[in-house]
């Protein structure tokens, strides 16, 4: 597994790792804001695991090494703060953030209007459409292709609510339309364990990410390779 940096212009059961994730039907129930009910089957809070062995820690996000994996963290220009980590698996690739949450009510219904109303001021559409996770945006956005022609970048936008955190992932590549070819990386997203630490924050303030401490040790057995970070996929943010 290869750890990277990259630049960023502007801005189920509990699974172990290692674990096979829930089977589709496990996560599909969706809560009353549209959003993942995790119940057992993840992503998970740091208190809900028994310990952090085995994962690669980004300060914020706990991720599960599997075989293949690339992680980039992804670096503001203006301030070199970490502000995004994306996993590249077998051609596609997630984009993961984690933000503060108020305590008593979720982000995501909020978040998803939001995200439309981004998408369309650029000239793009999105689609609610319901996934493993709840409810889940489908976004396209106008493309120009290498030889001129316009297109469209596809993204898939899925999001859970956890306790005074909210965990957002952004599929691209064949991820973002093929359902197949994102299993992997849905597996790894019930994986991830989110750190939202005891310190009050604002909603919607990035938890913090960082390199792992240990990053200039060997790495363990099946780590994701290191890199340094490039940008991912990126539709909008939030504010």
């Known amino acids: 597994m290869v750890f990277g940096r990259g630049r960023k212009a502007k801005q189920e059961q509990l699974t172990e790792p290692g674990e096979t994730p829930g089977s589709a039907a496990e996560v599909s129930a969706a809560g009353p804001a549209g959003g993942a009910v995790r119940g057992s ?4 809070d740091v208190s809900e695991i028994e310990n952090q062995d085995g994962y690669v820690d980004l300060g914020a996000l706990l991720i599960a090494p599997q075989e293949g994996l690339q992680l980039r963290l992804e670096v503001e220009e203006a301030t070199q703060r ?5 996993m590249d698996l077998d051609g596609s690739s997630l984009q993961l953030q984690a933000f503060a949450a ?12 939001q995200i439309g109303q981004s998408v369309g001021s650029q000239g793009g559409q999105v689609e609610e459409i319901q996934g493993h ?16 022609s316009q297109g469209y970048r596809v993204a898939r936008f899925i999001g859970v609510d956890g306790p005074r ?15 197949e070819a994102a ?3 849905e597996g790894l997203f019930r994986q991830i364990v989110v750190v939202r630490g005891e310190n009050p924050m604002p909603p919607r303030d990035l938890l913090q990410l960082r390199l ?9 057995k099946a780590a994701p390779d290191l890199e340094q970070p490039e940008r991912g996929p990126e539709i909008t943010q939030i504010g």
């Open 165 to 179: 955190w909210f965990l957002r992932g952004v599929l691209g590549g064949e991820a973002a339309v093929d359902r």
């Open 183 to 185: 299993a992997k990386l």
């Open 102 to 113: 108020p305590r008593s009510e979720g982000l995501w219904e909020e978040i998803r209007e």
């Open 133 to 148: 996770f709840g409810t889940e945006l489908l976004a396209k956005l106008p493309a120009s292709g290498g030889d001129g």
């Open 82 to 86: 970490v502000v995004a980590v994306t």
């Open 41 to 44: 089957t993840g992503p998970f």
């Open 212 to 220: 792992p401490k240990d990053s200039a040790a060997p790495a363990p």
